[in-house]
């Protein structure tokens, strides 16, 4: 086990595109650290980096107090486990774990207990003599961490390693992947594009875009207060809903104003954004979580002052809660995020989805009031896209 710290690392190549720029990261002795962002974004670039794949152009890295930037990989102490699996499709599950045991000239019997130790920890014992063709998806990506796990590490790198597996086994393999990394303790650098994987897998999340680092932090506060309009929009799903909207001061009260509607700011809201009162007058970005919309039918007694009137235009019932998509009558906001295919259709039609729950009867072509938790609102410079 060892920390880990990327120090401004950078990547040019040679035709003057810039994928990563001055990265700097520090993980703990032991730490889980999702470095997620869209496609495109320089994550797996960073990841290749560290593993030796890539050189650096710029920046230092060290794991523990060994700087690695002239070493090569095969001597990093580091092990990889890939998208792909990158199976020996020839042998066995017992040989493909230990084979990084082999090359190092480990004998025999030794390599065979640790095979075993690592097939026990994987819940692959019953599997050790099959080849990677009579396996499932789950079950070969399970013998690509065995490999890596025999190896004993200081530093383990994932590679977007659920990418290949249908959405029920990631949902398994994400919760059998943060145990055995626990109960290793091996510090684990681990990609993704999943926002979903990312929240719900590391002890920290890092969100990159366009090789630029936006923030770090424990899930949880991510979510809860991004610093920018894209770490807003990309953690969570469905995505927060963002739209410029004019702010305006009357009587010590602020309202926001989306489209041809407004929306009262308690004072109470105002004194964590202390910074808001320089924004009478001016048009700012504002988002809302799903989750933070309800059906007023259900909740009556929620202020009138913090209500929208909608007309429901798309329902989906998923049984524990219910979207329901509706129109505002205010701008959206480009988030820049490369992987939101349908983001300039929202933008078109100021397209809204909220989250209810399930006991909601809103129908499609009915005109619903509902309320808004501005308890829980974000609002951001329209200019900068930081957040206010």
Not at 68 to 86: C, G, S, T
Not at 271 to 287: A, K, P, S
Not at 299 to 322: F, I, K, M, N, Y
């Amino acid at each position: 086990m060892a920390t880990a710290k990327l120090d401004n690392i950078t990547k040019v190549y040679d035709n003057g595109f810039t994928a990563v720029s001055n990265l700097s990261l520090q993980l703990a002795d032991g730490e889980f650290l999702v470095l997620v962002g869209p496609s495109g974004c320089g994550k797996s670039t960073a990841l290749r980096m560290i593993a030796g794949l890539e050189e650096m152009s710029e920046g230092d890295l060290y794991v523990g107090d060994r700087l690695l930037n002239d070493i090569e990989p095969k001597n990093r102490d580091i092990a990889m486990v890939f998208q792909n699996y990158a199976l020996y499709p020839q042998m066995t599950v017992a040989q493909n774990i230990g084979f990084p045991l082999k090359l190092r000239g480990v004998k025999g019997t030794e390599r065979k207990r640790q095979v075993h130790h690592a097939a026990e920890i994987l819940q692959l014992t019953e599997q050790l003599s099959k080849k990677p063709g009579q396996l499932s998806g789950g079950q070969r990506q399970r013998v690509a961490m065995g490999r890596a796990i025999v190896r004993q590490p200081a530093l383990f790198l994932m590679d977007e390693p659920l990418s290949n597996l249908d959405a029920k086994l990631r949902v398994q393999m994400r919760a059998d992947i943060a145990d055995i990394q626990k109960n290793l303790g091996v510090t684990t650098f681990y990609v993704t594009h999943d926002q979903v994987e990312a929240m719900t897998m590391g002890d920290r999340v890092a969100v990159i875009k366009d090789g630029l680092l936006q923030q770090v932090d424990e899930p949880e506060k991510l979510y809860a207060r991004p610093e920018n309009v894209f770490v807003a929009a990309f953690m969570g799903s469905p995505s927060m809903n963002l739209y410029e909207a004019n702010l305006s001061l009357h009587n010590e009260k602020f309202k926001v104003h989306l489209g041809d509607q407004s929306i009262s700011i308690p004072t109470r809201l105002t004194e964590r954004h202390t910074t808001l009162g320089n924004y009478d007058q001016q048009t700012i970005v504002v988002g809302i979580r799903p989750e933070d919309f309800e059906d007023a039918a259900l909740a009556p007694t929620h202020p009138d002052d913090q209500q929208l009137t909608v007309t429901v235009s798309g329902r989906e019932a998923l049984g524990a809660e219910t979207l329901i998509h509706f129109p505002l009558n205010a701008p959206s906001i480009d988030t820049g995020d490369p992987d939101a295919l349908d983001e300039l259709a929202s933008i078109a039609s100021g397209r809204c989805t909220a989250r209810f729950d399930a006991n909601s009867k809103a129908r499609i072509g009915e005109q619903i009031r509902t309320n808004v938790t501005v308890e829980n609102m974000h609002f951001f410079d329209r200019e900068t896209g930081l957040v206010i």
